[in-house]
């Protein structure tokens, strides 16, 4: 399979994200009511990410030109994927970077996100017949020729110990924090609300720490993640909400709430679904340099880092604990 047939296929794909059939729409229904953490609204949200950050024309051109991927592979590798599963289709942006480099791509996906990847690309073999000799699922990836893992920090041992022999990536437990300085604006704030809250907060690039200021004022953050109050109506999110709140209650710990989400004080970069930490900062210099080496965040929103809300809307180039995926597909 060529690359200009590869992109035409993406391209297409596309215009299916686009345009949804009937089919694919029953198929994101069936993905919610096996994982209730995938309401419609953050399946949709994915998909429309993928659409339009990965698969438009002029980035894909701009991407793979940057790379200079060959029309032909001429020693295509079998890459072993193990996917992960905190939010819809999260392991999509592995499984493009192996198609367009032309290698064999065999999917180990998430229980928890198995449905819509596997709809996918049964639609891709429906308009090429060749993608089912370049893109398999298996249960068990043994026998291929590198691999790319991504999971908890739990999980990553066994990643290292079963693959650790042949060329890998393999990711462990991410996530985002925010730096702010108490000058953002109520449109900086109401985009970070979606930076906390879209997907729940289960992404790894979902903010779940905050740095602030002596003095900081937080009552413009939380009226600001007014906007996800909602979520209390959510059966899973309010558990935890009542779960965690009872333990700062019982704990006689100082937190802020505006009944939906706690704010609490915490060294800790992750926080439990419907809570957030905070940190105060003296030297906002020394928090940059501090936070640049430090292996759990994934990315760091703020005036002068990420863009406020563009933390769940990551491009072709922002590739996930930093490792250039890319560059590793074609180097093997």
């Known amino acids: 399979m060529t690359l200009q047939t590869r992109i035409q296929i993406l391209l297409r794909l596309r215009e299916f994200f686009l345009a949804p059939s009937e089919a694919w729409l029953e198929c ?16 949709t949200l994915s998909i429309q990410n ?6 438009s024309e002029k980035a ?14 001429a020693n295509p590798k079998n890459i072993g994927l193990v996917m992960a599963g905190n939010i819809p289709l999260v392991g999509f942006h592995d499984l493009l970077c192996c198609f367009v480099c032309g290698h064999k791509t065999t999917i180990k996906p998430s229980s928890k996100d198995a449905a819509l990847i596997k709809f996918v ?5 429906k308009w090429n017949e060749d993608v089912a000799n370049w893109i398999l699922f298996a249960e068990n990836l043994k026998g291929c020729d590198a691999y790319i893992a991504t999971g908890s920090n739990n999980t990553s041992r066994y990643f290292e110990y079963y693959f650790g022999k042949y060329p890998h990536i393999i990711r462990k437990n991410r996530t985002s924090v925010a730096i702010l300085d108490g000058t953002e604006t109520s449109d900086e704030l109401d985009s970070l609300a979606d930076d906390i809250q879209l997907y729940f907060g289960l992404g790894c690039r979902n903010i779940t720490k905050i740095y602030v200021p002596e ?3 937080f009552l413009p953050i939380l009226n600001a993640l007014r906007k996800y109050e909602h979520y209390i109506d959510f059966h899973k999110y309010k558990h935890n909400y009542d779960y965690h709140l009872a333990i700062l ?13 706690i704010l609490t004080e915490n060294i800790a970069a992750y926080s439990p679904v419907s809570q957030i930490h905070y940190e105060k900062y003296a030297d906002k210099e020394k928090l940059i340099e501090f936070l640049k080496g430090n292996e759990e965040i994934q990315c760091v929103v703020g005036h002068g880092q990420f863009e406020f809300g563009t933390a769940q809307s990551p491009s072709l180039f922002d590739y996930a604990d930093g490792v250039d995926t890319m560059r590793f597909l074609t180097s093997i």
Do not use: C, K, V
Not at 28 to 43: G, H, K, S, T, V
Not at 50 to 55: E, M, N, S, V, Y
Not at 60 to 73: A, D, K, M, V
């Open 50 to 55: 993928i659409a339009d950050q990965f698969l």
């Open 60 to 73: 894909l051109t701009e991407w793979i030109r940057h790379y200079s991927i060959p029309e032909t592979n």
């Open 249 to 261: 209650i019982m704990s006689n710990r100082y937190y802020m709430n505006n009944d939906s989400i």
């Open 215 to 217: 003095n900081y004022d």
């Open 28 to 43: 994101q229904d069936r993905a919610y009511r096996e994982n209730p953490w995938f309401i419609p609204e953050f399946i």
């Open 121 to 125: 690309i049964a639609e891709m073999t």
